[in-house]
């Protein structure tokens, strides 16, 4: 497995898999206890997954994370410039989860049976954070980790923050939405029920690949994505710089040609985690797409 393609998973919520804990089978984990406002606080808080990494990061200070994954720091850094200095680093290995003796492991869905295992050896309860598809997942991801770490009023001040922004930008929507298809050379394209799209209908722009019925993720070669005429392509970045033939068809000489002055570029993190600046991220994709040539003059 390449470096590219492990981050994709784990970027679609998967917990490590594959890593040193083994991948045996996708059982789901017993529910953490979640404390009441009276209850004590976990104070040695394991993340096993990107889009939980930052979320903890968010909502809890640093004395109280055991460990975060080590694939956390680019988008880290992109999103939270030094939140995670000085904090422990897992890849999901057996030895790093009795160095780290958590009282509280954040994982996700796909959490193998080791994990569990372990996790009961150590007592710590093992609570499944879920991916998020829409806004409304996203506040419900955020409440239920403020919950679990014991910091409900704080996760409450981010999913308002995030609330702000999307009543702010459904105020002000453009007269014209711009048809917009996310391609990276590879031919897959998030479509409808997936956060993407919920970003790009927050930011007043179409997403293309929505209109298939039925299929979260459709796929344009690159003589079909011409033929749709999109106004505008966007493009995700991970902050890893490994070259692949993907990036190589994404900079297709047709492409440069086409879209010019007609491409966006996000932070994948964004997009692919349930995190309260998503909305934020809609506000940027608005700003940029008003800024290209399909924002300024009619496609």
Request: charged share 25%; glycine share 8%; with cysteine.
């Amino acid at each position: 497995m390449n470096r590219r393609t492990l981050r994709s998973a784990v970027l679609a919520g998967a917990v490590l898999v594959c890593l040193p804990l083994a991948c045996l089978g996708a059982a789901r984990a017993g529910r953490a206890p979640e404390p009441d406002s009276g209850a004590h606080k976990p104070q040695r808080i394991m993340s096993t997954n990107l889009c939980s990494d930052m979320l903890l990061l968010m909502l809890v200070p640093r004395e109280r994370i055991a460990s975060i994954t080590y694939l956390a720091h680019d988008p880290v850094e992109a999103l939270l410039p030094g939140a995670d200095r000085g904090v422990a680093i897992n890849h999901g290995s057996a030895e790093e989860v009795v160095r780290d003796r958590p009282d509280l492991i954040l994982a996700s869905p796909w959490s193998g049976a080791t994990m569990r295992k372990l996790a009961a050896q150590v007592g710590a309860p093992v609570a499944e954070i879920d991916s998020a598809d829409s806004f409304a997942d996203i506040r419900r991801i955020v409440r239920q980790t403020g919950r679990l770490v014991g910091e409900p009023a704080r996760a409450e001040a981010l999913i308002a923050g995030m609330d702000r922004t999307l009543a702010r930008l459904d105020a002000n929507r453009p007269a014209r939405a711009i048809d917009v298809a996310v391609w990276d050379g590879s031919g897959s394209v998030p479509g409808r029920g997936t956060l993407t799209d919920a970003i790009i209908r927050a930011a007043g722009a179409r997403n293309i690949a929505a209109k298939f019925p039925d299929s979260r993720h459709s796929s344009y070669s690159l003589e079909e994505l011409l033929v749709a005429r999109p106004g505008a392509l966007m493009r995700g970045t991970d902050g890893y710089e490994a070259p692949s033939l993907r990036d190589s068809a994404a900079e297709h000489p047709l492409i440069r040609a086409a879209y010019r002055d007609r491409r966006v570029t996000y932070p994948d993190s964004l997009y692919s985690c349930g995190l309260p600046q998503s909305a934020d991220a809609a506000a940027r994709l608005r700003a940029a797409l008003m800024k290209t040539a399909a924002g300024k003059v009619p496609w």
